[in-house]
């Protein structure tokens, strides 16, 4: 008996009820609805960062059939829960292709922010697993901005500073407001916030993992043959820059950079982050 898969196993989206289960790796997935999913979604980083819990998913598995056609039948998945020493991108990428060819038939890749650059590697890589590729709020990499955010994660997840960890998300919402509701929540947490979060070393390779692959400057999007849609916000610091790049470089793209917002559109433009993605993807996906 595994109590976090029974746990999750309980939860209901709406009348649709989940499952839950791990692949090889580790990797959590949980799918929505009957029926064989065509759309396979890649978790943000808080798959890796926060511990697995049913509230938690039940947020994440809300947020992205919010953004997806009424009624879609999706899988959401997260990344390996005890990455090695040496751990890249392309371990996770190759992680998550093998699940996607044994258990789904993926026409439909979506990754959000971090999931987003697995994604497009995913789609370059594997390209018989994907037909159509959204990314939102990502891009193949991240930008200069991004890698410089990152690098300071890293410091803090070593040294075991969760909550400046998780403090430097702090300013990535476009209205002042939510960024201070988030600082005061995270002081609010600070002495427990170690129970809440996964280990500092798997969290710190994780991010290396993403720092290191934004040093491949190499035009390797040109490889992905999947139709992709591109929704983020133009102000994005840590991916709008590389979106344009990953814009230019994809032969089949539409790219919609939506002016004055950040890397949260998908809580702060939620209406119009679905609506895009809904007609894009079109009745059914």
């Not at 746990?7 to 709406?14: H, K, Y």
């Not at 890749?109 to 959204?134: D, K, Y």
């Not at 300013?171 to 509701?181: D, K, P, Y």
């Not at 433009?269 to 079109?282: I, K, M, N, S, T």
């Amino acid at each position: 008996m595994n109590p976090i898969l029974d746990e999750l196993n309980a939860l209901r989206i709406g009348a649709r009820s989940v499952r839950a289960m791990r692949l090889d790796g580790g990797i959590l997935t949980a799918q929505v609805g009957d029926g064989p999913p065509a759309v396979v979604v890649l978790n943000g980083g808080q798959a890796f960062v926060s511990k697995t819990t049913a509230r938690r998913l039940r947020r994440d598995l809300r947020r992205v059939a919010g953004i997806l056609p009424a009624d879609t039948p999706f899988v959401l998945l997260g990344y390996p829960d005890k990455p090695g020493a040496q751990y890249r991108l392309t371990d996770i990428v190759e992680h998550v292709a093998c699940g996607i060819a044994m258990h789904w038939r993926c026409t439909t890749l979506i990754g959000i922010s971090f999931g987003g650059v697995v994604a497009a590697r995913l789609a370059a890589t594997h390209p018989e697993l994907v037909s159509r590729l959204v990314l939102v709020s990502s891009a193949h990499r991240l930008a200069p901005d991004g890698c410089r955010l990152v690098e300071r994660q890293i410091i803090h997840a070593t040294r075991l500073e969760f909550v400046r960890l998780l403090e430097t998300m702090s300013g990535c919402f476009r209205a002042g407001w939510r960024n201070m509701l988030l600082r005061a929540a995270l002081l609010g947490r600070r002495r427990h916030m170690a129970s809440s979060v996964n280990a500092g070393g798997a969290i710190a390779r994780t991010l290396r993992a993403l720092r290191d692959d934004a040093r491949d400057s190499s035009p390797w999007p040109r490889q992905i043959r999947a139709d992709t849609l591109i929704v983020g916000g133009a102000a994005d610091t840590i991916f709008a820059e590389a979106a344009r790049e990953t814009s230019a470089w994809v032969p089949s793209v539409t790219h919609h950079a939506l002016p004055g917002e950040g890397h949260m559109v998908m809580i702060e433009r939620r209406r119009q982050v679905a609506r895009l993605v809904r007609d894009w993807l079109g009745p059914r996906a």
